[in-house]
């Protein structure tokens, strides 16, 4: 039999919709049936869908829908001499994938010793350590610390910033606990996601400037080849103050100053005095271009010429914490800019603030800032839908796949599920469910996007320690299909490819194959709230 049939490869809750898709709808039959693979006991049998075109895959496909089959087990589709990989039907399906994409982010923290009881084969000293200096001066400072972001080693506030938020959210929205992810906090007694972005938060204090000003980002001049931490040496460069960079930071450490404040009352003071002055000096700085590189540096800039979002975001979180008259102002001023900035990813992060607007409880229903957050909320959600719901495969893409799409991707399902839970619609959670599935093998490539899970995952990813190691370390969830196709290694492999099908796993392809803390942060606040 031929593994041509598409389905999430890790597997269902028992009382998930439950869907796989035929790429080829001209040779598949009419019928399927989904095998017991223990027993060999046909566990359903269904009917494929009309055939439905689906021209971002260059395909034409069916879908099976087998949503009724809820007994627990493993299985797999087979309809002629077409077959699926294998997966599970099971109440903890996702235990283990929750687990290790949440402790990618321990394996990735710098300024530390990894021991080989908790990384194994990612064991490393510290890292890191040395003072930095601050570019265009002599002063050197302490930014030890913090997650290194992706495949290389730099620190960047701006991306860094929506890894702590997602954190945040799984905690806040889904009341998430987690005490057995593996890391040395783990089994102390206190959540694990919040000890994991206090590490974050406790580096991003020391790139905060006495103006209140936070530097942009920590990295060497140029990347390093692909060694472990310890060894790149070179000097580390803090790069100047950025707005973005500012108002990320003034948000998430207004978030972590309610989140915090049961558990670590000290901190969650910090937190917040930390971000009031980053607002302070954020008002003083309207209208300051958006950061570019020194003209020496060449590591990644997270360029953003417009912080209307930003603005907005930390305004609103502020309002959340304080409910001071001064950050509601702002927030209302900035949400007709700000607020149609909509996005979770590093750019575009105006979501952030409808979500903290919309669950303010101190904004009653009619409140017409709070109105007009969930009128943005509703938008969001309309365009999503009707994406997914055009797409066979479940992804909220027709024709464009950008460069990191699978962040997309969980950014949309984990949007959905908040706001089912918000707004009391399980279609929204279904449709959540469909945003997983793709992540995890319901796509046009035929990939499980996670190392180390499925059937097919992918084996270089574009990713230091796993190059240098010679095996790819296991729960980080590649970028994914970009058919801009941004590196060489991608030009070579894809030219003429769909846009659903442009990856490759290779480890020169940073544009579809390289992870990132901030790729791996909406999947665990996605799996955080499927998993309930």
Known sequence: MTEAIRVNQ????????KRAVFPDAANTPETFRVVNVDTGEVAFKGA???????????????????????????????????????????????????????????????????????????????????????????????????W???????????PGSKVVADLLLAHEAFGVRADDIGTPESGDGLDD??????????????????????????????????????????????????????GDFAAVMAMASRLY?????QDAARYLAA???????????????????????????????????EYFWAAAELLCATGEAEYRRAAAEYMSTGGKRRGLGWEDVGTYGILAIVNNPALAEGDPLRQAARDELEATLREALALIEANPYGADRALDYEWGSNMGVANTGALLLMASKLLGDASLAEAAQHSLDYLLGRNATGYCFVTGFGAKSPLHPHHRPSVALGRAMPGMLVGGPDNGLHDP?????????????????DDQSYSTNEICVYWNSPLILLLAGIRG
């Open 10 to 17: 890790v597997g269902f809750l028992p009382g998930a919709p």
């Open 48 to 146: 494929l869908s009309a055939p439905i075109d689906n021209p971002g895959a260059g395909e034409v496909n069916r879908v099976a829908d087998f949503s009724a089959l809820t007994a627990p087990g493993r299985y797999r589709i087979e309809a002629g001499g077409l077959r699926s990989p294998e997966f599970a039907i099971d109440g903890g399906v996702y235990d283990a994938l929750f687990r290790a994409s949440v402790k990618m982010l321990y394996l990735q923290r710098c300024g530390v010793a990894l021991d080989a009881a908790h990384a194994g084969d990612y064991a490393h000293p510290p890292c890191h350590d040395s003072l930095a200096t601050i570019y265009g001066t002599n002063e050197k400072i302490d930014v030890s610390g913090g």
């Open 148 to 158: 290194h972001d992706a495949g290389d080693y730099g620190r960047y506030i701006v």
């Open 193 to 246: 996601l919040l000890q994991e972005a206090k590490f974050e938060l406790d580096w991003m204090l020391k790139m905060q400037a006495p103006s209140g000003g936070v530097y942009h980002k920590v990295t060497c001049k140029t990347f390093p080849g692909f060694v472990m931490p310890q060894e790149e040496r070179a000097e580390l460069v803090v790069c100047p103050i950025s707005n973005a960079a500012t």
């Open 261 to 265: 404040a049961a558990d670590w009352p």
């Open 275 to 309: 971000a009031k002055r980053a607002w302070v000096y954020l008002d003083a700085h309207r209208g300051d271009p958006g950061f570019k590189n020194p003209a020496d540096v060449a590591t990644g800039e997270y360029d953003d010429a417009h912080d209307e979002d």
């Open 489 to 505: 290694a991608a030009q070579a492999a894809l030219a003429g490819a769909a846009p659903a099908k442009c990856y490759v796993d």
